[in-house]
């Protein structure tokens, strides 16, 4: 490893003027300048340093995690880039590692694509590359690969990211949404929907002052112990967009069974049901950004909810449902008011009601 | 939350149902003709469904899913004509949420954002007003539409856009009132109606004594319900009480919110904003006499019919849709021969699978779970 010393040694560029623009994407010193000034100043580390066109890992150094690769991508287009409780950088980072986790993996490095629209200002960018690096520190993981791409005002919207990501699966660990069966136990890490009534509230076109924030976290940690705890878990998935409703419904349908939730047990905190009931949303449905759904069999489903509890991400944790006789494919809620409803995929989005 | 949650507790809802169970076990109802009672607006559609309530009931009751969810009964021809105006260059057309996916008979206004119109949802006619002001070269649209409900809001912003002088602020009118229509389906010769729940959010406005003729002329009881799940229990059992006793009367359930005479500065400002037109098309139902309303002459510059060109053109609904029978109770959503197969939420053919509130969509998407259940 002599060329991320030698690379190190190098004068990082900077950029002079206040905002980025089409210069920025066109291959040149000013393209340069802005990756080493915003991306390889704020990810700093032995991986990336050498700006090779790809990362280069160990095999050896990966197999001592486990015995199996995976490896999951996603773009966040965020709007606004900031809000309560995070930004879209946390957001890249979290998303990807989440991914990873929640198969039973332990993230490790992960690679960080930009699409910026011209006109965004150079400190955003800055705070945003920061945002990624403490994240990913705090998570243990390296950004050690990326691109950046600028774009004419208009084709994207300020900025676009793509993060992918490469983590080792732990031996013995096997996850599916196919494996649930009948009498295993549905169980969420806590208080549902705060990520995208945090989002709706942010983007302030509905003037409602609330004080809910995103939860975006990294679940990884929690997994670890999770899975410590009850290694025969069934299935595990983050519950990001389009919610509880839409991972239940996905578990249902590739299981082939029917699962039945209790609304009375679904945490979901006063201010998000309130903001919910004066939009007419339903609270199911709405994103998480660190929430894990968990199947459990019923004979780990102490264990599992005793070990979420137990990890600072997991207080609120919940048995909020059960696989149970039904028909294969259906999810069902037992409501507050005591009575039975269909729980469906959303056909698109949510879209506020009139009256 | 409270004033809510106290609507929708779980021990007085076993209450009340087993009082209705009560009564039905009086009332010697045959299994074949069971009880059709209508409730008229969408948000009790909404709360039925969202709460189960449906499947607490007894056999004997049967819920028919009115025309009240005003984004339903949209007909084609007015969503083309809202495209129209969207498309134009130097327009934001604003709208409800909601009424951004009901199909026109090109494309929806989701479509038509997509394409390029500048087509932005809004929590109020006042937004609409407020982009106007902040856009002044831009001409700003609102997609007024609703019953009673909003109707007035829509009034008192074009009478805040003509105090203030807004000139480029106008409303797309498509309110449509609510006693027409219940006369209109009262007026259908295969009615197979016993009752109704009389619309909470419109009553607050018109208040009672507007549906007075529905159990003079008609003969049918109606309670003027509430939108929470104790609301509609209570006022299935009322409706009930009504029928054994054989009395029809217009119960007011939702007195918390009701007032007998409904509200006298809101019916002020749509009096003088807004006249009856001589009918207007509905989604389902066809055309219905003196249904919607227009501006009146004197808010004729705020009126987007008059200042933009629209096709205005009628768009007949697709033939095999039976929206109007199941409307009328004739037929469930799941007897339509298109149900769940070439109408779906993703691709509605008829009025009542656009909206979530529309009895078909309800049915698709949170599910009949008796009907479902009856049919395994």
């Not at chain 1, 102490?302 to 997991?314: E, K, N, S, V, Y």
Request: charged letters at 25%; glycine letters at 10%.
């Amino acid at each position: 490893m002599n060329a991320p010393q030698r690379i190190r040694a190098r004068t990082l560029g900077q950029v002079h003027v206040p905002t980025v623009t089409l210069s920025h994407g066109g291959g040149g010193k000013a393209m340069k300048d802005l990756i080493d000034d915003v991306f390889v100043r704020a990810f700093d580390n032995s991986a990336l340093a050498p700006l090779e066109d790809q990362a280069r890992f160990d095999l050896s150094d990966l197999a001592r995690h486990g015995d199996r690769l995976a490896f999951t991508t996603d773009s966040f287009v965020v709007d606004p880039l900031i809000f309560p409780g995070g930004d879209i950088g946390k957001l890249a980072v979290y998303g990807t590692i989440n991914d990873l986790a929640v198969g039973g993996a332990r993230p490790l490095y992960l690679s960080c694509a930009a699409i910026v629209e011209e006109g965004v200002t150079v400190d955003l960018l800055r705070q945003i590359a920061g945002s990624m690096a403490r994240a990913a520190a705090e998570a243990g993981v390296k950004i050690v690969t990326g691109d950046t791409k600028v774009v004419h005002k208009g084709a994207c919207d300020k900025l676009f990211l793509t993060t992918t990501g490469i983590g080792v699966i732990r031996e013995g660990v096997n996850l599916g949404v196919h494996l649930a069966r009948e009498g295993d136990v549905v169980l969420v890490n806590g208080l549902l929907g705060d990520h995208g009534a945090a989002i709706l509230c942010a983007r302030g076109d509905m003037a409602l002052a609330t004080q809910i924030e995103s939860d975006c976290a990294p679940l990884h940690g929690l997994i670890d112990d999770l899975l410590a705890a009850a290694p025969d878990l069934r299935f595990l998935r983050d519950a990001t967009r389009g919610g509880l409703a839409t991972v239940l419904n996905e578990i249902a349908e590739a299981s082939q069974v029917a699962v039945e939730i209790d609304e009375t047990a679904t945490p979901i905190r006063e201010d998000v049901k309130a903001f919910c009931e004066i939009l007419g949303l339903d609270p199911l449905y709405l994103a998480n950004e660190g929430k894990i759904i968990v199947v459990a069999p019923p004979e780990e489903a102490g264990a599992a909810l005793a070990a979420m509890r137990a990890h600072p991400l997991g207080v609120s944790a919940a048995i909020v449902g059960r696989v149970q006789p039904g028909e294969p494919g259906r999810v069902t809620m037992r409501t507050v008011f005591g009575g039975r409803r269909i729980v469906d995929m959303l056909v698109g989005e949510q879209l506020p009601r009139i009256c | 939350m409270r004033y809510l949650d106290e609507f929708r507790d779980s021990a007085k809802a076993s209450i009340l149902v087993r009082e209705i169970e009560a009564l039905v076990a009086t009332m010697d109802i045959p299994d074949e003709r069971p009880l059709n009672i209508m409730e008229v607006c969408g948000g009790h559609t909404h709360s039925i469904f969202r709460y189960g309530v449906e499947g607490m009931l007894p056999k004997q009751i049967e819920l028919v899913h009115g025309p009240g969810c005003p984004v339903c009964v949209l007909p084609m021809g007015r969503v083309d004509d809202c495209v129209a105006i969207a498309e134009q260059k130097h327009v934001i057309f604003t709208t409800f949420g909601d009424a951004m996916r009901v199909p026109g008979s090109r494309k929806s206004l989701l479509q038509a954002k997509a394409d390029g119109a500048d087509v932005r949802m809004v929590y109020s006619p006042m937004d609409a007003l407020a982009l106007a002001r902040a856009n002044p070269t831009r001409e700003v649209v609102f997609f007024g539409l609703g019953f009673e409900t909003t109707m007035p809001s829509t009034a008192l912003t074009i009478l805040q856009a003509e105090k203030d002088s807004v000139a480029n602020f106008s409303v797309f009118c498509n309110h449509i009132t609510i006693v027409p229509t219940i006369k209109a389906i009262l007026d259908s010769p295969d009615l197979k109606l016993d009752g109704f729940l009389g619309p909470g959010h419109v009553s607050m406005v018109i208040g009672t004594a507007p549906y007075e003729f529905i159990a003079k002329y008609y003969r049918k009881p109606m309670v003027i319900a509430g939108f929470e799940p104790l609301d509609i229990l209570q006022s299935i059992w009322m409706v009930l009480l009504q029928i054994k006793e054989r009395r029809v009367e217009i119960e007011n359930q939702y007195a918390r919110v009701v007032p007998e005479g409904g509200n006298a500065p809101a019916l002020r400002a749509v009096a003088r904003v807004y006249e009856l037109r001589e009918f207007f098309e509905w989604r389902g139902l066809g055309s219905i006499d003196h249904s919607g309303v227009r501006l009146r002459d004197e808010y004729a510059r705020f009126d987007a019919e008059r200042k933009f060109s629209v096709p205005n053109l009628r768009i007949a609904d697709p033939k095999s849709c039976q929206c109007g029978e199941v409307l009328k109770g004739v037929i469930k959503p799941w007897q339509c021969k298109v149900f769940g197969t070439a109408c779906t939420p993703e691709r509605p053919l008829g009025a009542l699978m656009v909206s979530s509130e529309g009895a078909c969509a309800a049915y698709y998407q949170y599910g009949g779970v008796k009907h479902h259940e009856a049919a395994e």
